[in-house]
Nanobody, 124 residues
């Protein structure tokens, strides 16, 4: 059983930065693709970024491309989401997810485990 715990959310002004962390326990972290998703009030959960198992390959939603960076530290079983130039529309609960496959994915249903989420609020 894989457990994921997100941290790093908070309140930030538009234009600011935050770094989210997701610590994983259990399972084979290094070979597992990881993803970040977000859900704003009244909206469906949406893809933000994914990173392939063992790292190297990343993929982003168009809405965050050039502003967000996903990375992983396999020695620490942790995946990160560096968020820069934050906008009010980035306000959401951010979720970390893992899947048993090595290839990253933007599809929610391809992920096996989810964290509890961390709130990010961007004031305009």
């Amino acid at each position: 059983q894989v457990q994921l715990v997100e941290s790093g959310g908070g309140l930030v002004q538009a234009g600011g930065s935050l770094r989210l962390s997701c610590a994983a326990s259990g399972g084979a972290f290094s070979s597992s693709a990881m993803g970040w998703f977000r859900q704003a009030p009244g909206k469906e959960r949406e893809f933000v970024a994914t990173i392939w198992g063992f790292g190297g390959i990343t993929k982003y939603a168009d809405s965050v491309k050039g502003r967000f960076v996903i990375s992983r530290d396999n020695a620490k079983n942790t995946v990160y989401l560096q968020m820069n130039s934050l906008k009010h529309e980035d306000t959401a609960v951010y979720y970390c997810a893992s899947r048993s496959g090595r290839s990253g994915s933007s599809r929610l249903y391809e992920y096996d485990y989810w964290g509890q989420g961390t709130q990010v609020t961007v004031s305009s």
